[in-house]
């Protein structure tokens, strides 16, 4: 429960400068976020594990639609994708029919995020994966080639 709870505050977070907000102009200059390919993702990930990013959480995006968040719960990872965007809302089904076809348990629920189209809050896909950081990558992986058919040298930002 108390994850539930972190995960709805750091979503509001997200909401203001997670996918979608590529960058974050400070005085002289513009910051970027780090961006990978995804078989850099487990580096990404160990970095989540070991508490050396800024939330309990990241995410990557190629172009905003494709945003997937990887959520740290206890030793384990969880696989969250919201839809802040119009172009989103299809890949929900998509996603489902994955989880649902590789075993996963699903859950929708929302942040409270006010998503960009005519709705009073933001749904949220919750895969529970329930996997290690290895396993975590591999269906990361899986997820943007199969639903969102990006490749291999996909260029994501890492968000927040």
């Given at each position: 429960?108390?994850?539930?709870?972190?995960?709805?505050?750091?979503?509001?977070?997200?909401?203001?400068?997670?996918?979608?907000?590529?960058?974050?102009?400070?005085?002289?200059?513009?910051?970027?976020?780090?961006?990978?390919?995804?078989?850099?993702?487990?580096?990404?990930?160990?970095?989540?594990?070991?508490?050396?990013?800024?939330?309990?959480?990241?995410?990557?995006?190629?172009?905003?639609?494709?945003?997937?968040?990887?959520?740290?719960?206890?030793?384990?990872?969880?696989?969250?994708?919201?839809?802040?965007?119009?172009?989103?809302?299809?890949?929900?089904?998509?996603?489902?029919?994955?989880?649902?076809?590789?075993?996963?348990?699903?859950?929708?629920?929302?942040?409270?995020?006010?998503?960009?189209?005519?709705?009073?809050?933001?749904?949220?896909?919750?895969?529970?994966?329930?996997?290690?950081?290895?396993?975590?990558?591999?269906?990361?992986?899986?997820?943007?080639?199969?639903?969102?058919?990006?490749?291999?040298?996909?260029k994501y930002e890492v968000?927040?």
């Open positions: 429960m108390k994850s539930i709870i972190i995960m709805g505050i750091l979503s509001g977070i997200l909401s203001l400068f997670g996918c979608g907000n590529k960058t974050e102009k400070t005085e002289n200059f513009i910051q970027r976020a780090k961006q990978i390919e995804i078989s850099e993702l487990n580096q990404e990930l160990k970095l989540l594990e070991q508490n050396k990013t800024e939330f309990e959480f990241i995410g990557i995006t190629s172009n905003g639609i494709d945003c997937i968040y990887f959520v740290k719960d206890k030793d384990k990872f969880q696989i969250e994708f919201e839809a802040m965007t119009e172009k989103q809302i299809p890949y929900i089904e998509k996603l489902k029919v994955f989880a649902l076809e590789n075993g996963f348990e699903i859950e929708m629920t929302t942040y409270g995020n006010k998503p960009q189209y005519k709705s009073s809050e933001a749904p949220v896909l919750r895969i529970a994966t329930n996997s290690n950081l290895e396993k975590t990558a591999e269906i990361g992986q899986k997820i943007q080639i199969e639903i969102f058919n990006n490749q291999r040298t996909t968000v927040p």
